[in-house]
């Protein structure tokens, strides 16, 4: 996979997981609350019933939602195109790597932005270093859940020391 192509978010490839795991409030962009793990109301197989008409229902919050491709790589990368819908066992498994994968997602972003910044040649090694091991890395559930009190953390403490 190409650089770009590992924050793509491919909703075909996906379980619908954002659908499944994220909560919301009703107010101005959720026409209902949601909690996390209660699957949508909207949610029809894979797919949204109303997935042409969200803004009208009430629904803009999932219109203006990206996973950046967390979803997508969860099914396919991590669970091999398993789904917690024909495997309902891994619902809480899948919901908890989706998360994970959303954080792992985040500091790609992150990374890619840190390109702008004016870094020294040290700092540039360590940005580049992690950038790469986490768009080359093939994720497992069990790295999934290592991987905030990791490397999220080594990612976060460089992003500090940039600061200070």
């Known amino acids: 996979m190409s650089q770009t192509d590992r924050l793509k978010t491919d909703c075909s490839q996906c379980a619908a997981l954002c659908c ?84 792992v997602h985040k500091r790609i972003d992150l990374l890619r932005a840190a390109e702008t910044l004016s870094l020294d040649a040290s700092d540039e090694r360590k940005r580049r270093d992690f950038l790469d091991h986490l768009e080359q890395h093939e994720w497992t559930h069990p790295e999934l859940n290592e991987f905030e009190f990791g490397l999220a953390l080594e990612i976060d403490l460089f992003f500090h020391s940039l600061s200070t």
């Open 20 to 103: 499944l795991v994220l909560a919301f409030d009703k107010g101005k962009d959720f026409a209902f609350s949601k909690n996390p793990g209660e699957p949508c109301r909207h949610l029809c197989g894979h797919d949204c019933s109303i997935h042409d008409k969200l803004t009208q229902e009430g629904m803009a919050g999932c219109v203006a939602y990206d996973c950046l491709g967390s979803g997508n790589r969860v099914v396919q990368e991590v669970f091999g195109g398993q789904t917690w819908q024909s495997e309902p066992r891994l619902m809480p498994v899948m919901m908890e790597a989706f998360s994970a994968m959303r954080e």
